[in-house]
């Protein structure tokens, strides 16, 4: 048989599933960020301000998984559960060498670029189509099990699946106070 015919790519799947009142029993979250007793609540009071359960979600992945390079108009704490991931980030003020995609959200949440791994492992093609990419600094964390990692809004971030994973993402809207930063108007 011909090698190349064996040697396949293992599968790769992503899940990603809003907070279950049963999981919330069993998992022991930060310090007070749940209302200090279940009993007589609905689920969605759970927690206390400023999360909402219906954003809070478990991200469950295998190794090699890419969540592409965007950003989000919340905050978030991003906790690295069983795994390893790997994030990178960039200042919201690059936003424009980051290649919003107008075709994705009506703010142009997402990149044009898919490939970010290609990119910085030096694509001639994705160099030529891409130069401005050149010109930001990429800001690279590994989450451990155990590790928090806070997101702000707008901030570009990109995320790559290192090991089989378990993650748990606590977003938090901007309060009436913070400014909406222009990347959402370009």
């Not at 690295?80 to 936003?95: A, E, I, P, R, S």
């Not at 707008?154 to 009436?176: G, K, N, Q, R, Y």
Request: aromatic share 12%; proline share 8%; hydrophobic share 35%.
């Amino acid at each position: 048989a011909d090698p190349s015919e064996t040697e396949k790519e293992p599968t790769k799947w992503y899940a990603r599933k809003e907070f279950r009142t049963s999981f919330l029993r069993d998992v022991i979250l930060p310090y007070k960020l749940i209302n200090e007793t279940h009993e007589g609540l609905r689920s969605s009071e759970i927690f206390s301000a400023p999360f909402k359960k219906k954003n809070c979600t478990v991200w469950i992945s295998t190794a090699g998984n890419i969540t592409p390079l965007h950003y989000d108009l919340c905050h978030g704490l991003l906790c690295q559960v069983v795994g390893q991931k790997k994030v990178t980030l960039y200042h919201k003020d690059d936003f424009r060498s980051l290649y919003p995609n107008e075709n994705t959200h009506v703010n142009r949440t997402a990149s044009q670029l898919i490939d970010l791994k290609l990119y910085q492992s030096g694509d001639p093609e994705l160099r030529i189509r891409y130069p401005k990419l050149s010109q930001v600094t990429p800001y690279e964390c590994l989450l451990n099990e155990g590790d928090m990692l806070y997101i702000p809004p707008f901030f570009w971030h990109h995320v790559e699946t290192i090991t089989p994973s378990v993650s748990v993402l606590l977003p938090f809207d901007m309060t009436a106070d913070e400014p909406v930063h222009p990347c959402c108007f370009f």
